[in-house]
């Protein structure tokens, strides 16, 4: 796993095949995390309980955790990520991306993975920092993206600025939770659309075109609607033409 070099612990990892695309930015995640602790030379390892300040558990400092902890499954927009009819590895990651912990080069920096500056540049417009606020919704690059879905769905709007309000704003013209659902489903399946593909972009020089993200999204959501919603029939040709149509009908 490793060997101290110079008083420092250098971590060697053997893979049993090479590292793909997630897994590479994973590493890049787990080696941010490894970095923040300090490791001593000849002292042996022991378990530390990371809710309490002197790493010594407690019951109170176990009862104050489990008590935050419920207090963010409260958090209804939380609690609308969990009800969505999506995959569980897509609510994982916009759980994350609302929290704000997924591997934007920004927060890469702030674990010391990147160095800021050109390190923390956004890799599709090359221009600002790449923050989740930016690539989800500022971006030059990315922002035509939901223009073209506005434009499918028939609606005329700005894009709210952070994910949050975004997955709030989404819901344009759904009533019941049903059709509500079925709208917060379709901007999932946009936010995973342009992060898989920034993905492609940084690890395999992928293209990033705007028409072809919605078209993945679209077909993703009808996927997902598909396999998750009762009474959900409408043929892809159907979803494709008139999305309006097919929601109100959840
Ligand atoms: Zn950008």
């Given at each position: 796993m490793g060997h101290w070099l110079n008083g420092e612990w250098e971590w060697v990892f053997k893979w049993r095949r090479g590292l793909r695309g997630r897994e590479v930015g994973w590493l890049e995640a787990m080696l941010g995390e490894l970095r923040t602790k300090c490791l001593t030379e000849g002292r042996r390892d022991r378990w530390t309980w990371r809710q309490d300040g002197e790493g010594i558990y407690?019951?109170?400092?176990?009862?104050?955790?489990?008590?935050?902890?419920?207090?963010?499954?409260?958090?209804?927009?939380?609690?609308?990520?969990?009800?969505?009819?999506?995959?569980?590895?897509?609510?994982?990651?916009?759980?994350?991306?609302?929290?704000?912990?997924?591997?934007?080069?920004?927060?890469?920096?702030?674990?010391?993975?990147?160095?800021?500056?050109?390190?923390?540049?956004?890799?599709?417009?090359?221009?600002?920092?790449?923050?989740?606020?930016?690539?989800?919704?500022?971006?030059?690059?990315?922002?035509?993206?939901?223009?073209?879905?506005?434009?499918?769905?028939?609606?005329?709007?700005a894009v709210a600025a952070s994910p949050r309000d975004q997955m709030l704003q989404f819901p344009f013209f759904g009533i019941n939770k049903n059709q509500k659902a079925g709208e917060i489903a379709i901007w999932m399946a946009l936010v995973w659309s342009i992060w898989l593909t920034r993905?492609?972009?940084?690890?395999?020089?992928?293209?990033?075109?705007?028409?072809?993200?919605?078209?993945?999204?679209?077909?993703?959501?009808?996927?997902?609607?598909?396999?998750?919603?009762?009474?959900?029939?409408?043929?892809w040709f159907e979803w494709k033409e008139n999305p309006g149509v097919c929601i109100l009908s959840l």
């Open positions: 407690t019951v109170n400092s176990s009862y104050l955790f489990l008590q935050a902890q419920n207090l963010e499954e409260e958090d209804p927009v939380l609690k609308l990520v969990w009800s969505a009819p999506v995959p569980s590895n897509v609510k994982a990651f916009i759980w994350r991306l609302l929290k704000d912990r997924i591997q934007t080069r920004d927060n890469l920096c702030k674990r010391q993975v990147l160095t800021r500056g050109e390190g923390s540049t956004c890799p599709l417009c090359r221009q600002e920092e790449e923050t989740s606020m930016h690539l989800f919704s500022r971006c030059a690059v990315s922002n035509p993206v939901w223009y073209a879905c506005f434009a499918w769905l028939g609606v005329f709007s993905n492609k972009v940084i690890f395999q020089g992928g293209a990033f075109d705007p028409n072809q993200i919605l078209e993945l999204a679209q077909l993703r959501a009808w996927q997902w609607l598909r396999a998750k919603v009762d009474g959900f029939m409408y043929s």
